[in-house]
């Protein structure tokens, strides 16, 4: 299966479980890999036929930046179901990451993958 990938992309919303995380917008760090076939596209070179990459990451900047979740888990499904929505898509990878949530660690968060409905 052919993967679309994703990633780096960054955008910020209200998340954590503290009321010192919640009082402001944090960023957050998210990378896709969307499972499809691709072939179809590739041959006619037709981005019709596959999954326009800008289109989806404005549509999960601005689903990111407009809800507001207690987990990073929550967020990665969120994002994750709206994935799938795509025609196309057969499976997700989402990885969401917090930067400088634990001292000393670059970032923390989850890998989530999820399989069409």
């Known amino acids: ?54 289109e989806v990451a404005q549509a999960v900047r601005a689903l990111v930046e407009g809800v507001q979740r207690y987990t990073v888990e929550a967020l990665a499904e969120d994002i994750a179901a709206l994935c799938l929505q795509r025609p196309g898509v057969q499976k997700v990878t989402v990885r969401v990451r917090k930067p400088h949530a634990v001292r000393g660690a670059a970032a923390v968060g989850v890998e989530i993958e999820r399989p069409a409905p």
């Open 1 to 54: 299966m052919d993967r679309l990938l994703i990633q780096g992309l960054r955008a910020h919303t209200t998340l954590g479980l503290q009321e010192s995380e919640r009082a402001y917008p944090q960023e957050v760090w998210i990378d896709l890999v969307l499972f499809m076939d691709i072939r179809a596209a590739a041959r006619a070179d037709d981005v019709s036929l596959s999954v326009d990459y800008a």
